[in-house]
C-alpha cells in the first residue's frame, strides 16, 4: 500500500527539524566566497516555474565566470544560440521566481542561489559577454533572495565525478538519440558526422 505525505507536520515528523547550521548558511547577498566560486563555475541549472504551476530546468554553460556579478544581490547570465524552445524564458515572462544551482568540476558542494529574474535584451555590460565573437541577445538577470552552498552528499552517493564508475557506451549515442526523436529523415552517418568533433566549432 502507497502511504502518501500530504502535510507538512507530516513530512517534517518522517525527516526531522534543519539543523541550526543548515539555517545559519543562508545569506541575501553575495559573499567574496560566492563570487570566487562563480567566477570559477562553467556550468549553471536554472530552474523556472510557468503561471500553470509547470516547471522547467535547464543547464547554462560557457567558460568558468560566464555569470557575471552587477552587484552584491544581482547577477546576469547570457543566453547563447540553443534549440529556441524557450521553455525557461516564458516562465520568467509570466513567474520570475528562478532557482539556480552553479557547480565546479570535481567539486562535490554546489552553490545555490533563488531570486526573482528578468530577461533584458540589452546592457552596457553585454560588450563583456562576448564569447567566441558571440555577443548574446539575452541575458537572464538574477535579483538574490537567497544564496547558500549545498553539501556533496549527492555527488559523493553518486560517485558522478568518478571516471571509474563512468560508462560511455552503456547508452545510445547523442547521434542515435537525435534520429529517434528529433531528426528520423536523417541517415545516422550523417548524423554521427553532425555531432562528431566539428559540432564544438558551431557551438557561438
Known amino acids: 500500500m502507497t502511504i502518501e505525505v500530504t502535510t507538512e507536520a507530516e513530512l517534517a515528523e518522517l525527516v526531522g527539524e534543519p539543523m541550526p547550521r543548515a539555517l545559519r548558511k543562508e545569506r541575501s547577498r553575495l559573499d567574496p566566497l560566492h563570487e570566487q566560486w562563480l567566477a570559477r563555475s562553467p556550468l549553471c541549472f536554472v530552474a523556472t516555474g510557468g503561471a500553470d504551476g509547470s516547471c522547467d530546468v535547464s543547464p547554462k554553460g560557457d567558460p568558468p565566470g560566464f555569470t557575471m556579478v552587477l552587484g552584491p544581490s544581482r547577477i546576469a547570465l547570457p543566453d547563447r544560440p540553443g534549440n529556441r524552445r524557450l521553455d525557461g524564458f516564458r516562465n520568467v515572462l509570466a513567474n520570475p ?98 555531432y562528431g568533433p566539428q559540432y564544438s566549432e558551431t557551438l557561438y
Do not use: M
Not at 547523442?174 to 550523417?190: H, N, T, V
Open 97 to 194: 521566481h528562478v532557482g539556480l544551482i552553479y557547480l565546479v568540476p570535481g567539486r562535490g558542494d554546489t552553490l545555490r542561489i533563488n531570486g526573482r529574474a528578468r530577461l533584458v535584451r540589452d546592457a552596457p555590460y553585454f560588450d563583456r559577454l562576448v564569447v567566441g565573437r558571440h555577443r548574446p541577445r539575452l541575458a537572464l538577470e538574477v535579483e538574490i533572495e537567497q544564496v547558500y552552498f549545498h553539501c556533496s552528499k549527492a555527488f559523493l552517493r553518486s560517485q558522478v565525478w568518478s571516471p571509474e564508475q563512468w560508462d560511455l557506451e552503456a547508452l545510445p549515442s547523442r547521434a542515435a538519440i537525435a534520429q529517434r526523436f528529433e531528426r528520423p529523415d536523417d541517415s545516422l552517418e550523417d548524423l554521427e558526422r553532425y
